[in-house]
């Protein structure tokens, strides 16, 4: 059964930084490209950033390029998203998400909430 459980998430003021972490199992975990998407209150799946299997290409969304770092730690079986220079727009449930890069289709886990605040 594939499982994916997300952490990190929290309340910061704007211009914070966060960690997110994704521990993946009960799959390949290095098989697979992985992505992150999030869903803002009364919004759909914005999907944000996705890697493939081995690490070496990622992707921003406009919006979050500059200050968002994927990452994966095949040997650990984890997905990591770095959130830096937060704003408030950046306020959302955080999911990661096993499927193809730029979709926001696929099996995810329960999510981490993020928010920016003052």
């Known amino acids: 059964e594939v499982n994916l459980v997300e952490s990190g998430g929290g309340l910061v003021q704007p211009g914070g930084s966060l960690r997110l972490s994704c521990a993946a199992s009960?799959?390949?975990?290095?098989?697979?490209?992985m992505n992150w998407v999030r869903q803002a209150p009364g919004k759909g799946l914005e999907w944000v950033s996705g890697?493939?299997?081995?690490?070496?290409?990622?992707y921003y969304t406009d919006s979050v390029k500059g200050r968002f770092t994927i990452s994966r730690d095949n040997a650990k079986n984890t997905l990591y998203l770095q959130l830096n220079s937060l704003k408030t727009e950046d306020t959302a449930m955080y999911y990661c998400?096993?499927?193809?890069?730029?979709?926001?289709?696929?099996?995810r886990g329960q999510g981490t909430q993020v928010t920016v605040s003052s």
């Open positions: 009960g799959f390949t975990f290095r098989s697979y490209a």
């Open positions: 890697i493939n299997s081995g690490g070496t290409n990622t």
């Open positions: 998400l096993r499927g193809i890069i730029y979709s926001v289709y696929g099996t």
